[in-house]
């Protein structure tokens, strides 16, 4: 989940000394760092449903996830956060320390109403720019709505998911994902 720009230009050092030293994830787009806001109970509790079932299907596979605590680089300009990223085979980095993962197979967002907008257009764009990502999956923690980017032969195809009882393909890894475990133990408000 985004919050508000902090307003300034920054250069990546900056912005990679000042999340040093603070301990606050931002993420940097061209210049400019928008800080994470905390997230919701459901937003919590689809982002650990959804961890959890890809991670126990993943089980002694190549593939792993990563949690928002990885910082994913998109180019030298955009560094992002999302809820969580699976690589599968060795994970690349673009820094020593390993803070900034360069090549996820999927990346999973969880939407907020704040963030609605910049996940399902900008972001969308960011991350299929990477060479390795194969699925972009983005979660409404709403209500029931899924929309699945998987990248084919002849370019990206969106498919969204609107049914408890549907199922999603994520087919790079290897995991047929039930959209009743996405959104088990979720009460929806309104």
């Not at 049914?163 to 999603?168: A, V």
Request: charge should be negative; glycine fraction near 6%.
């Amino acid at each position: 989940m985004v919050s508000n720009r902090v307003p300034r230009k920054w250069t990546v050092e900056e912005y990679l000394a000042y999340e040093s030293e603070t301990g606050i994830k931002h993420e940097f787009i061209d210049g400019e760092i928008y800080a994470m806001a905390g997230g919701s109970e459901n937003h919590s509790l689809i982002t650990g449903n959804t961890f959890i079932a890809i991670g126990q299907r993943l089980s002694g596979s190549s593939c792993r996830n990563h949690t928002s605590d990885m910082r994913v680089k998109i180019s030298d300009s955009q560094f992002v956060y999302p809820d969580f990223s699976v690589v599968c085979g060795k994970a690349e980095f673009a820094d020593d320390n390993r803070t900034m993962l360069t090549n996820p197979i999927l990346c999973v967002v969880v939407m907020s109403p704040s963030s609605a907008t910049y996940d399902k257009t900008l972001k969308v764009e960011f991350y299929r720019s990477l060479s390795s990502l194969k699925h972009y999956l983005i979660i409404d923690q709403d209500q029931v709505y899924v929309r699945l980017h998987t990248l084919q032969d002849n370019g990206w195809l969106l498919q969204q998911f609107n049914d408890i009882n549907m199922t999603i393909p994520l087919t790079a890894i290897g995991v047929d994902l039930s959209i009743h475990e996405v959104y088990q133990d979720i009460v929806f408000n309104g």
